[in-house]
């Protein structure tokens, strides 16, 4: 879908039309005054001269009048931002040299308020009601032209068609989830000929390679490890296991971000952080984990296990700038302002999660709130850190179950705690904005528990 091209150049009748206009002009007010043929190749030069002169002088036009149309009168006039970024979305990609859009927007929000125009047709709005409106059932909205970036590769994310997109997912759906119906072409993928493909039968294999990661870690007790490689490993490997049968040794790739592999690297920077926190979700963890063999099924509902995840996706959102949407032709109304078709929109994750308007003491990191101290949660709603609605995350149910079962053999069997000189400063500060995360480095030093 595109927006009406209302600067585009004349067709072959105007341009006919202004050739006839502009010969009949020239032959009566000069030609027909005199004899120019032995002129001619200095007119042929002056003519063309002339009419690069006119062409650049129409395109500085062209080009002025789409600043000043884009500056004064599109429906996105009184929507605040800086200046530039109403002109051209290259004022917007020239600030990304650091990769750090969700900073950027952040910053744009703090000075202009919760809607910032940050594209001559695009919005960025900090509120749960335009969250809803983006990527809620329902939406009014369809994904952009950015999705059209793998072209002529189309995947089951990319797709901008819907119903290509909803034939794909019906295929995955039953794959990942927990009640889910054999087809051959998943039996292919299990490499079974009568695979369950449901989430239990993944367990063991995600299981195995969670406890080679816990098992390298007892094999290097007391030295400081880069967890976000690590954890980047363990992430490719279960991936790879699932669908080729085999690991894929991410790290072999040159990978550099993967949005499962942020949540346990960032959980377990709080628990070397926060000994409390690990004391905690031991006392939570030992009673269904020790002495009998490990079963996901007995950490799945946990409430401090649960606190502590949701609080990792809230304060570290996996694609912290959030997802674009183009709003259908006919407009749509988030907190009583109309946006027009045609623009795109997105509502900043990493400020959302961080916005007073949204949680208590947002800049605090807090698994309570998810448990006992739910007044801390303002507006659950804008809690969506897998997204929603026919495009949420499908692998959610696998995310979770090998990011929970890491944590709990870690948990129980290993102490944690920041390396020497580890202060989380590139974790925090140096990880990058890529869509996901490309995370920095994290040194922590795991012992075998006391």
């Not at 004899?35 to 080009?63: C, D, M, R, W």
């Not at 400081?224 to 690590?230: F, G, K, L, T, V």
């Amino acid at each position: 879908m595109a927006s009406p091209d209302i600067f585009s150049p004349a067709g072959p009748p105007q341009r006919c039309f202004l050739s006839a206009v502009f010969g009949i002009i020239s032959h009566l007010g000069y030609f027909i005054h005199g004899e120019y043929h032995l002129q001619a190749p200095n007119i042929a030069q002056g003519f063309l001269a002339t009419i690069a002169v006119l062409y650049a002088s129409l395109l500085k036009f062209s080009e002025s009048r789409i600043v000043i149309y884009r500056l004064f009168f599109p429906q996105l006039r009184h929507s605040p931002g800086p200046k530039l970024a109403a002109v051209s979305k290259l004022y917007h990609v020239s600030k990304l040299g650091k990769y750090d859009n969700f900073k950027l927007l952040d910053r744009w929000h703090r000075q202009y308020g919760d809607w910032v125009r940050i594209g001559p047709r695009e919005l960025s709005i900090l509120s749960p009601n335009a969250l809803k409106a983006a990527i809620g059932r329902g939406s009014k909205c369809t994904k952009p032209p950015f999705y059209d970036i793998t072209k002529p590769l189309i995947s089951m994310q990319t797709s901008r068609d819907v119903s290509v997109h909803d034939k794909r997912r019906r295929i995955w759906e039953n794959g990942f989830s927990s009640k889910g119906t054999s087809t051959p072409y998943l039996d292919y993928l299990s490499h079974s000929p009568n695979a369950d493909p449901t989430l239990h039968s993944y367990e063991p294999r995600v299981a195995r390679y969670a406890t080679e990661l816990l098992a390298y870690l007892e094999a290097n007790a007391g030295v400081p490890i880069n967890m976000s490689a690590r954890f980047i490993y363990l992430s490719f490997d279960i991936v790879g296991e699932l669908a080729f049968g085999r690991g894929c040794l991410g790290y072999e790739q040159g990978c550099r971000s993967d949005s499962t592999a942020s949540t346990p690297k960032h959980l377990f920077y709080h628990l070397a952080k926060h000994p409390d926190m690990l004391a905690k979700l031991r006392e939570e963890l030992d009673p269904v984990t020790k002495d009998k063999p490990f079963e996901y099924r007995n950490i799945t509902n946990l409430p401090y296990l649960n606190g502590l995840f949701n609080e990792v996706l809230r304060f570290h959102a996996p694609i912290p700038s959030g997802l674009q949407r183009l709003v259908l032709p006919e407009g749509i109304t988030v907190d009583g302002k109309f946006i027009p078709g045609y623009t795109v929109i997105r509502t900043p994750t990493w400020s959302l999660m961080r916005s007073e308007k949204v949680f208590q003491r947002p800049l605090e990191f807090i698994p309570e709130r998810w448990t006992d101290q739910p007044e801390l949660v303002k507006v659950m709603d804008a809690y969506q850190p897998f997204s929603r609605g026919t495009d949420s995350c499908i692998g959610k149910g696998m995310a979770l179950m090998s990011i929970k079962t890491t944590a709990a053999l870690l948990a129980t069997q290993m102490d944690v705690g920041l390396a020497p000189g580890e202060d989380g400063n590139d974790l925090l500060n140096h990880t990058e904005d890529i869509f996901t995360l490309s995370m920095g480095i994290l040194d922590l030093v795991f012992e075998r528990r006391t």
